[in-house]
């Protein structure tokens, strides 16, 4: 079998969101398309591929460098020994040729684009939903039949007190989420403590609230925040200072008592090794976010998953980042915590399948081949455009 031909677009997945750090008016992803020479119903097999948002769209990174570098291989240089499908191993190391290691950035993000179509492919052409594909693969052969979500949000927009922050979370409730996330660092502490005592306030019980700073904090705001917030029982304390700030994380971990979040801007094996190593994590009680939507794609996603077993951390620690559907079918086939949700948000890249509601939390995975997408039709849509 062979690749035929791989299409690539750049599209906006803007809105006038903002977390303490950045807003989301210019976000771009790139949508890319590989296309087989395998036939199934009569048409050939296509794997789709984007990145998660946080990243600009790394189109000319595709364009210029990665994709040539895949379409002039020896195409039987990318397939299993067989010839009978694509290897994502194989691909994954003809795409890094002559990349130094270190200074991961948006290459990270652009092999992560073409890793996710692999996988679709890989899947659609062995009929196989891809999380029983990784869980026939890598895992038990066993796989979760729904997957812990829960709602992220309470970003901050132009115009949104306290009461529109409630109505959205309440919104979320009333969607079947059981917990919420919410932005802080982005106004003063002590409006922070009064959101986040607005949410909880219209939480039942058995729901539980997540904050996440996204980068934002010195250890010594990082150290006073989680003082003020330590009483509220939230679920996780996310992202308090630069994501490769070890050493802050480590020092907070010292103070905060409760559970933390991290990983999400860790963008290679070597940056999450590192933050097992020096980042104070804690294994009973703390989450680790990669995604491997940023970060590689899902071959480096299988790496820092073995990675985290030698240092004695259970896959079920681990809560992607992205709300997207490669994430949530990892989650399912390779037995992790759960995935992220962002309801309303990062459309139509977020979000699930079409037929399956939110209950109580948790969210099923349709039963066709590849990730899903054709099982969300505003993605689908979008997707059947690339190349057009
Ligand atoms: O606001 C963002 O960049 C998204 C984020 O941190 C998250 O989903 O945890
Ligand atoms: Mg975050």
Redesign the pocket.
Known sequence: MKIVKIDVKTVPISSPIR?AY?DFSKMTTSALAITTDIMKDGKPVVGYGFNS??RYAPTCLLEERFIPRLLEANPKDLVTDDGSNLDPHKIHKIIMANEKPGGHGERAVAVGVIDMAVWDAVAKIEEKPLYQLLADRYGTGKTDDKVYIYA?GG?YFPDKGLTELQDEMKGYLDLGYRDV?M?VGGASLNEDVKRIEAVLDILPKGSGLMV?A?GRFDLDYAIEFGEKVKDYELIWY??AGDPLDYHLQAELSKRYPHAMATG?NLFSLQDATNLIRYGGMNPEKDFL?FDCALSYGLVEYLQILDMLKEHGWSSRRCIP?GGHQLSLNIAAGLELHGN?S?PGVFEPFGGFADRYAVEDGYVRLPEVPGIGFEEKSNLYDLLLTIGK
């Open positions: 977390n950045i948002n946080g992220a970003y996330k932005k996440d996204n996310e992202e999400e976010q980042h992220e962002y």
